[in-house]
């Protein structure tokens, strides 16, 4: 299901949700499924303005001036963990030789009104400072602060909201929330979160090209089937009128994350594998087995993505030692299992690597595929616990 742009002013939506959403989160947090809130009498009478938050995409433009026609536009994708790192990111937007030349940047996971990003609205101030066009579909209501280490940031969520956008330098029009079913049921986790995942979809005309861009973020806490389904969902809902681009964290982990067991037995199935072999033809080269079903549905649909991406090169590393990797998977499986992951990972230093962050295009010429590591390696405090990667397109 699509649902286009809404024209209320987002205040008044933000206003409603900080005056009567907020104060009612604290007895909706004492449900243990979706049903159960769903029913829950506090739920029932801010149903309406939650179901209004949520079903639609936020636009603003702060675009100065015209930008000029190109032969080359250069696309960004980047999972920015909340916008936890926001001025780092911010900077690095300004100045980062790669990032400073972007035209059309794919975000995911951002937050608007979380306390763990500052109470920022991390799209639109974004959008802001670097004088862009911007869309954010809000994806999730948050009953918490979080996972993790986010549980013990300081102060309080005033909106609570969490979703994707697209920021770009050109105009943006025919703006689309793709909703997306989840893969588990997102009151039954300890991170209670009421909404949906939501891909963001917006026609960007540049001078010399038009093109539809799509934000995805596919769920990590599902099965493999699942994602390749919310795949299905975004292709089935965009349009053929013109080339597009789709970016995004796919979340291609190899996994089925629907539940801790599923989970633990694929890992001593990798384990058995070979954890050497399945890093570097599996982990690397999700479209090779575990996810073929997601790639092969790109490919049948007319997509490509071996020209748009840096094949077999990661996107992220998790890393055993990690507080905030660790802290947030410490929630959903058991203890014990650590002591595992760290045997298997013995001879890697603790660390494995995977790619999760994609592009795909259809009827579009691509070029310079590249994964940026130096926002994430080699820095004392990482920017993102995902690298971002780009693409040219070339007209």
């Known amino acids: 299901m699509t649902t286009p742009v809404d024209d209320t002013p987002q205040e008044e939506y933000y206003a409603r949700l900080a005056r009567e959403v907020q104060p009612r989160l604290e007895a909706l947090s004492r449900c243990r499924s979706t049903a159960e809130m769903e029913a829950h009498p506090a739920y029932r009478e801010i149903a309406g303005v939650v179901e209004r938050t949520l079903e639609a995409p936020h636009a603003a433009d702060f675009r100065g001036r015209q930008a000029p026609a190109l032969p080359r536009y250069r696309m960004?994708?980047?999972?920015?963990?909340?916008?936890?790192?926001?001025?780092?990111?911010?900077?690095s937007f300004r100045e980062h030789p790669y990032l400073k030349t972007c035209d059309v940047l794919l975000?995911?996971?951002?937050?608007?009104?979380?306390?763990?990003s500052g109470n920022r609205m991390v799209a639109e101030m974004l959008a802001r400072e670097l004088?862009?066009?911007?869309?954010?579909?809000?994806?999730?209501?948050?009953?918490?602060?979080?996972?993790?280490?986010?549980?013990?940031v300081e102060g309080e969520n005033t909106l609570g909201l969490h979703g994707n956008a697209i920021l770009s330098r050109y105009p943006l029009s025919d703006v689309r929330?793709?909703?997306?079913?989840?893969?588990?049921d997102k009151m039954a986790h300890r991170e209670q979160r009421i909404g949906r995942q939501a891909a963001v979809s917006a026609r960007i005309d540049f001078p010399n090209l038009a093109v539809r861009a799509v934000s995805v973020h596919l769920d990590?806490?599902?099965t493999q089937r699942h994602r390749r389904e919310q795949m299905r969902a975004v292709l089935d809902a965009v349009p053929a009128d013109l080339p597009v681009i789709l970016g995004g964290d796919w979340n291609t982990s190899?996994?089925?994350?629907?539940?801790?067991?599923?989970?633990?037995?694929?890992?001593?199935?990798r384990v058995m594998m070979g954890v050497d072999h399945v890093i570097r033809n599996h982990y690397l080269h999700p479209e090779r087995l575990f996810e073929r079903g997601l790639f092969r549905l790109l490919v049948e649909r007319g997509f490509e993505y071996d020209r748009s991406n840096r094949m077999g090169e990661h996107t992220i590393c998790y890393d055993v030692t990690d507080p905030r990797a660790t802290g947030s998977l410490r929630e959903w499986v058991p203890e014990w299992?650590?002591?595992?992951?760290?045997?298997?990972?013995?001879?890697?230093?603790?660390?494995?690597?995977?790619?999760?962050?994609?592009?795909?295009?259809?009827?579009?010429?691509?070029?310079n595929p590249v994964v940026i590591h130096d926002l994430r390696e080699g820095?004392?405090?990482?920017?993102?616990?995902?690298?971002?990667?780009?693409?040219?397109?070339?007209?």
Not at 379 to 395: I, K, W
């Open 337 to 367: 299992c650590f002591a595992f992951i760290r045997w298997a990972l013995r001879n890697h230093e603790g660390r494995c690597p995977m790619k999760l962050d994609w592009f795909a295009t259809r009827g579009l010429r691509v070029e």
């Open 107 to 116: 975000i995911t996971e951002a937050d608007a009104g979380m306390a763990r």
């Open 379 to 395: 820095r004392a405090t990482p920017l993102s616990d995902h690298d971002a990667v780009g693409v040219d397109v070339v007209v």
């Open 254 to 269: 190899t996994y089925d994350s629907s539940h801790a067991v599923r989970a633990i037995l694929g890992f001593w199935l």
């Open 177 to 184: 929330a793709i909703a997306l079913d989840n893969g588990v």
């Open 220 to 222: 990590a806490q599902s």
């Open 131 to 152: 004088g862009m066009a911007q869309v954010f579909a809000p994806c999730y209501i948050a009953l918490g602060k979080g996972s993790g280490v986010e549980r013990h």
């Open 76 to 91: 960004l994708a980047w999972n920015m963990e909340r916008g936890t790192q926001f001025e780092g990111q911010l900077e």
